[in-house]
């Protein structure tokens, strides 16, 4: 039995709490898995899990050995990476999920410029918009648009996502130019609605201008907690879309989006790269939400009171 491949088969049992789900992300049978926490459990003399045919659950050893282990593997990563060679190029593989606009909008096209820095490694990158458990999937961080809902989450504030209000030119000339928010109430305007993957509800639309605030719900023919397909909801004309200035500016250059209400006042959305609080940041993880800062930098700095964008420090 190796020791180590032990403790780590050990520690992702009790985050997946899972024997099954814990195999997966290790790349490893479930019988491998089943077979070093078992001869773990042996080599201590003490049972450090129990299980039953629905779940898995850690024992009061269990429970004590398992954050001294955590400790131990944390440990011993900081000193293979503090290696003078090790230190100059972090290494391994780094579990992260990002919605997909922007993925596909600004890191992938930025991946090249990521691989060239740290060549030796590997991102297993997720795309989607869904809630994530960053513990049990074994996830190292999420890119998040908006605030956080799991405020136990460890979050670096990376970015403010300047929003605007925009339109398919065809739905503009079924529906009519709306001069103030107010009108999307009209019968024959419609918005799309963009649903929250964790609670179904729709984001709240509101606008100002000169101390008037409109909150827009307006009428919707189709709801999507998606951000490609809400985008491409709107270029199909079915509605009035709220979004990232990111995601509409090549829209707007093509002539498929025109912007309204360019005069009145959207709060920014923040973007945050969020980790488990309790998790070991490792030097790969440390470079890569580095690397996502500098690279917001250029896109949507994070701004200030007042409205300056904020200098990183």
Known sequence: MDRFDAMRAFVRVV?????????????????????????????LRVKLL???????????DGAAYYERVVRVLAELEEIETGLPNAAASPKGELRVDVPSPFASMILVPALPDFHAR??????????????????????????????????????????????????APAYLARAGVP????????????????????????????????????RVHGRHVVAIDEGNAYLAAGLAGL??????????????????????????????????????PNRHVSKKLRVFIDWIAALMAAHAPVIRQGGAPAQDS
């Open 15 to 43: 985050e997946a709490g899972s024997f099954t789900k814990a195999a997966q992300t290790l790349h490893l049978s479930r019988t491998s898995v089943t077979q070093l926490v078992q001869q773990l459990e042996a080599r």
């Open 50 to 60: 129990n299980r039953t045919t629905r779940k898995v659950g850690v024992t009061a």
């Open 118 to 167: 740290y060549p030796d490694l590997q991102l297993d990158l997720g795309v989607s918009d869904r809630m994530v458990d960053l513990i049990g999937d074994n996830v190292d961080c999420v890119v998040r648009g908006g605030e956080l809902g799991d405020q136990s989450l460890a979050a670096r504030h990376v970015a403010d996502l300047r929003l605007g209000v925009y339109a």
């Open 179 to 214: 001069g103030h928010p107010e009108q999307l109430h009209d019968a024959q305007h419609r918005i799309v609605s963009f649903r929250s993957p964790r609670t179904g509800s729709a984001f709240p639309y509101a606008l100002e201008r000169g101390g008037q605030s409109v």
């Open 239 to 276: 509605g009035v879309l709220w979004l990232p200035e990111y995601m509409a500016k090549a829209q707007v250059a093509n002539g498929g989006l025109t912007r309204l209400f360019e005069d009145w006042h959207i709060a920014p959305m923040p973007l945050y790269v969020a980790y488990p």
